[in-house]
């Protein structure tokens, strides 16, 4: 599902679906609830696992997608005399 897709659902911005995604904000309960009924959940299941067979054998919160390193790049601006 799209952000645009539940932020639509939830009544939300994307902005703000995209935060709570990234960690860069919490979401509270009324929040969570409309999250879950928008997966069509209950709101236990956002945060229960056990049940979630797929999600276990894949290796549950141990798994994370690549991520590609940041090059460092320095530039001299000093001026040569």
């Known amino acids: 599902m799209s952000q645009q897709r539940l932020a639509d659902l ?3 911005s994307v902005d ?12 509270g309960e009324t929040t969570i609830a409309m999250i879950a009924s928008a997966f069509g959940l209950s709101h236990s299941a956002l945060f229960d696992y056990s049940e979630n067979e797929q999600f ?3 290796g549950g919160m141990k798994w994370r997608a690549a991520r590609n390193a940041n090059t460092l790049r320095v530039r001299n ?3 040569r005399r």
């Not at 935060?19 to 979401?27: C, M, N, P, Q």
Request: charged share 35%; with cysteine; net charge positive.
């Open 56 to 58: 276990l054998k894949s």
């Open 16 to 27: 703000q679906i995209a935060d709570i995604e990234r960690g860069k904000s919490f979401a």
């Open 77 to 79: 601006v000093m001026k």
């Open 10 to 12: 939830c009544e939300l």
